[in-house]
């Protein structure tokens, strides 16, 4: 598949079917992640596959936790009156709740030292690596959604699957086969977000 072709239809899927995914494209979704650039090639990076169902259904309600913490209560309401953020809310309470069910985890590890990497800094050395994930399963077919929300329990995952204190969780990326369709994504735009020489000064294509 043509890379703009993945980038335009790559679409955040929460619903899986349960088929399993074969170890070749696992490596191959993972192979493409370790392509991606990091400040002085440090690759400081380790990405986690968990298949086990224990170890799943543990990650599912850590994960779930999140979930209801950040968008339980009034921001659920305030969600589910905006008829597009509704459709946002309904798939991602969705994926909060069978997590488990998805047949493989990916997490994404950054190495936190002994590099000066600040807090607000560490997306940038791992997030190329995640997109080139998330694309490289857009290519094979296979659906994947970028998330953190786990990270409300970040000492319990990195204990549950044995990660260094010297290592943070970035990012968790379930992959399956989707069970709904890809793209075409929505987004502003590209006209309205691209400036000209100074700050505002938009023009037409
Ligand atoms: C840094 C980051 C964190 C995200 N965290 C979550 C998450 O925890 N759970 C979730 O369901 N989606 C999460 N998303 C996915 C976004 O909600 C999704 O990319 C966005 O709504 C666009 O969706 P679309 O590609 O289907 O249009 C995250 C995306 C990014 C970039």
Aim: hydrophobic share 40%; charged share 25%.
């Amino acid at each position: 598949m043509d890379v703009l072709e993945a980038m335009y239809t790559l679409r955040a899927i929460r619903r899986f079917k349960p088929d399993p995914v074969p170890d070749e494209l696992v490596w191959k979704v993972l192979e493409a992640a370790t392509k991606a650039p990091s400040g002085g090639n440090r690759q400081p990076w380790r990405f986690l596959v968990v298949r086990d169902p224990e170890t799943k259904r543990r990650i599912g309600e850590f994960y779930l936790e999140g979930w209801e913490r950040f968008y339980g209560g009034a921001a659920r309401e305030q969600m589910l009156q905006d008829p597009a953020r509704a459709r946002i809310y309904r798939s991602a309470d969705h994926l909060a709740r069978h997590l488990a069910e998805v047949p493989v985890l990916i997490i994404a590890c950054l190495r936190t030292t002994p590099w000066p990497v600040t807090t607000s800094e560490r997306g940038s050395y791992i997030f190329p690596a995640v997109q080139n994930l998330l694309l490289a399963a857009r290519a094979l077919g296979l659906g994947t959604v970028l998330t953190t929300l786990h990270r409300v329990r970040e000492k319990e995952v990195r204990e549950l699957l044995g990660v260094p204190d010297d290592w943070e969780t970035m990012a968790l990326v379930p992959l399956g086969w989707p069970a709904v369709p890809f793209g075409p994504v929505r987004r502003l735009p590209v006209e309205e977000v691209v400036y000209w020489e100074r700050w505002g000064e938009t023009r037409s294509r």
